[in-house]
């Protein structure tokens, strides 16, 4: 009879819907003596959510969240958080992992999540938003100077293992080795190792080029463009028009 009652509850945790974690990523948030960031939650959902929320420098160490020395988040159904990252000296760009546990296949993702940076430029408060982007596989991008001027592409390996960004600037010239695509040729080429968790930023410009490209080798990039907001200021906000390819 134990055993009867051991199989059959055996086969009722067999048949019990596993929960899944569903990764979102907010990278390029600015830190500096002018420059600070929030990242901020919303439950739109009617339960108690758990997040696990893993926050970076752009060394790829971890930092602790002001007011919040713990990796885990409980937000009660419709609550809304904004955190800063526990950051006081010059760091770059950090960046946020949050991972939202869904107990069944029956629910789906309920929280909203978002990011903003806030920079004083000449005594006024300049405020761009992050958007959550997901990790892919070797993602690279291509593209004419002449579109992107003064972008500059954000970089961020999610993964615990280093990662490889192979950047070509080229003045448009083209060679071929046989086969029907044409390759540019590089006037200057950069092969960035990237640390576990590490952020970086690449300019698309680099003297007189007038094509840039970026390929890169890890299991879990996020790549986004960002755009200046004015020029001759160093605070940059997303741009959505440009798409990254796996």
């Given at each position: 009879?134990?055993?009867?009652?051991?199989?059959?509850?055996?086969?009722?945790?067999?048949?019990?819907?596993?929960?899944?974690?569903?990764?979102?990523v907010v990278p390029a948030l600015?830190?500096?003596?002018?420059?600070?960031?929030?990242?901020?939650?919303?439950?739109?959902?009617?339960?108690?959510?758990?997040?696990?929320?893993?926050?970076?420098?752009?060394?790829?160490?971890?930092?602790?969240?002001?007011?919040?020395?713990?990796?885990?988040?409980?937000?009660?159904?419709?609550?809304?958080?904004?955190?800063?990252?526990?950051?006081?000296?010059?760091?770059?760009?950090?960046?946020?992992?949050?991972r939202e546990l869904v107990p069944?296949?029956?629910?789906?993702?309920?929280?909203?999540?978002?990011?903003?940076?806030?920079?004083?430029?000449?005594?006024?408060?300049?405020?761009?938003?992050?958007?959550?982007?997901?990790?892919?596989?070797?993602?690279?991008?291509?593209?004419?100077?002449?579109?992107?001027?003064?972008?500059?592409?954000?970089?961020?390996?999610?993964?615990?293992?280093?990662?490889?960004?192979?950047?070509?600037?080229?003045?448009?010239?083209?060679?071929?080795?046989?086969?029907?695509?044409?390759?540019?040729?590089?006037?200057?080429?950069?092969?960035?190792?990237?640390?576990?968790?590490?952020?970086?930023?690449?300019?698309?410009?680099?003297?007189?080029?007038?094509?840039?490209?970026?390929?890169?080798?890890?299991?879990?990039?996020?790549?986004?463009?960002?755009?200046?907001?004015?020029?001759?200021?160093?605070?940059?906000?997303?741009?959505?028009?440009?798409?990254?390819?796996?």
């Amino acid at each position: 009879m134990a055993r009867f009652l051991l199989l059959v509850a055996a086969a009722a945790l067999a048949t019990e819907p596993a929960p899944r974690t569903v990764e979102s990523v907010v990278p390029a948030l600015d830190y500096g003596p002018s420059c600070w960031s929030s990242l901020n939650l919303h439950n739109l959902g009617d339960r108690v959510v758990t997040l696990e929320v893993e926050a970076h420098r752009a060394g790829g160490a971890l930092v602790a969240l002001l007011d919040h020395p713990r990796l885990t988040v409980s937000l009660n159904p419709g609550q809304s958080v904004s955190y800063r990252l526990d950051i006081q000296e010059e760091t770059g760009d950090a960046w946020v992992k949050v991972r939202e546990l869904v107990p069944s296949p029956r629910f789906a993702p309920v929280v909203a999540v978002a990011g903003t940076s806030e920079c004083t430029v000449n005594n006024q408060l300049r405020t761009t938003a992050r958007e959550v982007a997901y990790p892919t596989r070797n993602p690279w991008f291509a593209g004419d100077i002449s579109e992107i001027s003064g972008n500059v592409i954000s970089l961020v390996n999610t993964s615990e293992r280093t990662a490889k960004a192979l950047l070509c600037y080229s003045a448009g010239n083209l060679y071929s080795t046989g086969a029907s695509e044409l390759t540019p040729i590089c006037s200057e080429s950069l092969d960035v190792q990237v640390p576990p968790f590490g952020a970086r930023q690449f300019p698309v410009t680099r003297g007189d080029n007038s094509h840039f490209s970026l390929k890169t080798q890890g299991s879990a990039i996020v790549l986004e463009m960002l755009r200046p907001l004015a020029t001759g200021v160093k605070i940059y906000t997303v741009d959505s028009t440009i798409r990254f390819q796996q």
